[in-house]
């Protein structure tokens, strides 16, 4: 452990108060009332510097000139009351700070230093008022227990007993000279000594005894100046913590939970003990006094514990009484020299920082903040990188949050804003980042967003996303905050709803057609889903062909062309609401052809064109012209001997080329991909593979798991369905068919497109 005399000067503007010079009760400015029911009245000094405080920090001990801090690293700092100025002592590792172990109400701070059993191990006494540095051997002592002022306190090595304390000896140096005092007075099968608090020129030990039971401790009280140990009139406790003032002797008694926590005190005048009900469980206890009153509650940071408990640090009359609330909670404290507490804690008002308790001028606790970390007492959002476009079609939103703690249930929201449809997570700390949604045990908040909502896939426009962090420990109160961002799309071939999803159409026997939006849904299998179907409208029976040609005008959604048994094509322009507008007249003598396919761009000009067979087995290109009143432009010849083909169908750039493609399957079932060139024409066919003559239908479905790769969608004979994703590679355009779940079994139709 090093010990370096520099002291630095704490920078301004973070949440603290001033400290101010110590002379009785801390002087510091009046601040509001922090909501604890205790006054805080101005003393009429004024702040002479600011103390801040690195969040996780505990109150160690407390001095006339300054008291010591040990930081989440273990670093013990050493703060004066002055002027602020702030000595780091090194790192504590091998003490622990929220005992007596560095010291206790004196400026000397004590440090064990050096190898048990080897000559330089001992303690040093650092006098932070002088800077004078005592250096007390510990030479046979191994088990180094603390110090008040300049008394150091050990327990010998003594076999066999190990280094289990069986007896208190009282270390002192003076003019060189060191001395060695046994405490006596305590009973014969004592062991497990150890300091449970102290006072000006005492303290009290907590001690287990052979004949007694193992995890009970008996207390006793010890005058420094004689070495006498008297023993404490206090029943024995399953907790070694204890208080200690120049009238009182304190505990908690902790039975089992869910039963109430008793607070003993012990008159040390007269020996008379008094108990209070707490009316509450303490866990982890943390008891003080200060003058005619006692304090306690259960030691818990912000960042542990559960609604189960209540964490207010609270005071009561000795004598008994209605306890009163004085820090939302509490982590540590240390007593001071005159008597008062500073203890490590915060409230909703002023946050977390170092309070110093005192008796007022009714001899009620007066409380008021030493020193601030810059923590709220509630959960905050500290960061955070949330996109202000989605672009779905490309990527999923990823967003970002950073709370300051993470001892919280998390309800994620997001919502349109137009719909009102929305999606929902529950988010609990977790180690496992791979979630696209999730909390870690730092805080932060992930969500990669495909655009799934609870009514479907999210359609295009403005959203809202709202955080609500509930903490475990109820210590502050429910954050909440919200933003806007808003989503956005490239039209899609097979989207109606502008939602980014491929829709597909079916017609029935009736001639009604439905809609139904599929949807990704991850870790689910079959992933690919679909919501309940929608009614498109009837009378679709008067077309003999129905076809998806993409978006060939610019509007919000995929278009539709239907031929009459009179040649008639007509054009369905889609609104993006999941229905169509007026059908518009393309033209007439459409019925020479036996296919027709969209949803490609053959030209490359980035609209989608129409291909055609006719009877003859010739393919045709219509190029779109992106111009719905008039859609398509004269017909060019692609190539003959398309009669081999059953189905053909377009199903965008799956090869990974610069164009759409088309795929066509011939009567023994095998599947031919044909890349487009860009150029209006089709590249030399190649075998994709066999045996796809078990599907009536092959549907060019689009992007439906937002990879960037057009997908296809295979319809067998019993109405099941089965994915091919695109791979982009013309080797092998598509992965292994994948199941989906798309239509009712008892639902039957006659053409889906």
């Known amino acids: ?288 006094l200060v003058g005619d009153w006692a304090l306690f509650g259960s030691s818990t940071p912000l960042s542990a514990g559960s609604t189960d408990e209540d964490f207010s640090f609270r005071a009561v009359p000795v004598g008994g009484g209605t306890s009163r609330k004085i820090l939302d909670h509490a982590t540590s404290l240390a007593t001071t020299p005159d008597g008062a507490l500073l203890v490590m804690g915060g409230t909703l008002a002023q946050g977390e920082g170092v309070y110093r308790v005192y008796p007022g001028a009714d001899g009620a606790p007066v409380v008021e903040m030493v020193a601030g970390t810059g923590e709220p007492e509630g959960i905050t959002l500290v960061s955070s990188d949330v996109p202000a476009v989605a672009t779905l079609d490309t990527a999923p939103w ?35 980042t791979t979630e696209p949604v999730g909390m870690d045990y730092r805080g932060r908040i992930r969500i990669d967003w495909q655009g799934w909502l609870d009514t479907g896939s999210a359609p295009n426009g403005n959203y809202t996303w709202q955080i609500t962090a509930k903490p475990f420990n109820a210590l502050g109160p429910d954050l909440k905050v919200s933003g806007t961002f808003k989503v956005t799309r490239r039209p899609a071939p097979h989207d109606y709803t502008d939602n980014g999803s491929p829709d597909l159409l079916a017609r029935d026997s009736a001639g009604v057609l439905w809609r139904v939006d599929t949807y990704q849904y991850p870790g689910r299998y079959p992933n690919l889903e679909s919501t309940d179907r929608v009614k498109v409208g009837g009378g679709w029976n008067a077309y003999n062909r129905i076809t998806a040609v993409g978006n060939v005008a610019g509007g919000p959604g995929g278009d539709l062309v239907a031929r009459d048994s009179a040649g008639v094509l007509w054009l369905y322009l889609g609104t993006g609401k999941g229905t169509f507008a007026t059908r518009t007249r393309i033209g007439a003598g459409w019925n020479a052809y036996t296919q027709l396919t969209g949803t490609g761009d053959f030209s490359g000009d980035g609209k989608a064109d129409l291909v055609a067979r006719d009877r003859d087995g010739f393919l045709w290109l219509y190029k779109g012209t992106g111009n719905w009143k008039a859609p398509y432009a004269a017909r060019t010849r692609i190539g003959g001997g398309w009669n081999a083909y059953n189905q053909i169908t377009a199903v965008g750039n799956v090869a990974g080329g610069s164009a759409g493609d088309l795929v066509a399957r011939d009567s023994a079932g095998v599947l031919w991909l044909y890349q487009g060139t860009g150029k209006g024409t089709l590249a030399a066919r190649t075998r994709i593979g066999g045996g796809w003559n078990t599907y009536t239908q092959l549907i060019g479905m689009g992007d439906s798991n937002i990879d960037g790769k057009p997908d296809l969608l295979a319809i067998e004979r019993d109405g099941g369905t089965w994915r091919y994703r695109g791979t982009g590679n013309a080797n092998a355009p598509f992965a292994a068919r994948e199941m989906g779940n798309l239509f009712s079994v008892d639902q039957h139709y006659n053409t889906i497109v």
């Open 398 to 432: 990823k967003a970002r949050w950073q709370l300051s703690r993470y001892n919280a249930e998390v309800i994620l929201t997001l919502r349109n804003t137009a719909t009102g449809a929305s999606n929902t997570w529950d988010l609990y700390p977790s180690d496992n």
């Open 1 to 288: 452990m090093s010990y370096s005399n520099s002291s630095r000067k704490v920078l301004a503007g973070t949440v603290a108060l001033a400290i101010a010079a110590m002379a009785g009760p801390l002087a510091l400015p009046a601040v509001a009332d922090s909501g604890t029911g205790v006054t805080r009245p101005d003393t009429g000094a004024q702040a002479t510097s600011t103390a801040a405080l690195s969040p996780g920090s505990e109150v160690v001990m407390s001095g006339a000139t300054g008291f010591l801090v040990s930081t989440r690293d273990y670093d013990l700092l050493w703060i004066r009351y002055d002027d602020g100025s702030i000595t780091n002592l090194g790192r504590g590792y091998s003490q622990v700070p929220k005992n007596q172990s560095f010291g206790a109400v004196s400026d000397v701070v004590a440090l064990e230093q050096g190898y048990l059993g080897e000559a330089d191990h001992r303690a040093e006494l650092h006098d932070m008022s002088t800077g004078a540095v005592t250096v007390v051997a510990l030479g046979k002592y191994l088990d180094f227990v603390g110090a008040v002022g300049s008394t150091a306190m050990a327990c010998p090595y003594a076999p066999p007993q190990g280094t289990d304390c069986r007896e208190l000896h009282l270390l002192t140096v003076v003019d060189g000279v060191q001395s060695d005092r046994t405490v006596t007075g305590l009973p014969d099968d004592t062991r497990t000594v150890g300091i449970a608090s102290t006072a000006p020129g005492s303290l009290v030990l907590y001690y287990n005894r052979l004949t007694g039971a193992d995890t009970d401790f008996y207390y006793a009280v010890v005058d420094l100046a004689s070495g006498v140990a008297t023993s404490s009139h206090l029943a024995r406790s399953t907790w070694a913590d204890a208080a200690l003032s120049p009238k009182y002797l304190a505990t908690l008694q902790g039975p089992a939970w869910p039963a109430t926590s008793q607070l003993r005190v012990e008159n040390r005048g007269n020996g008379k003990v008094s108990q209070i009900d707490t009316h509450r469980h303490v866990s982890r206890p943390l008891v003080g």
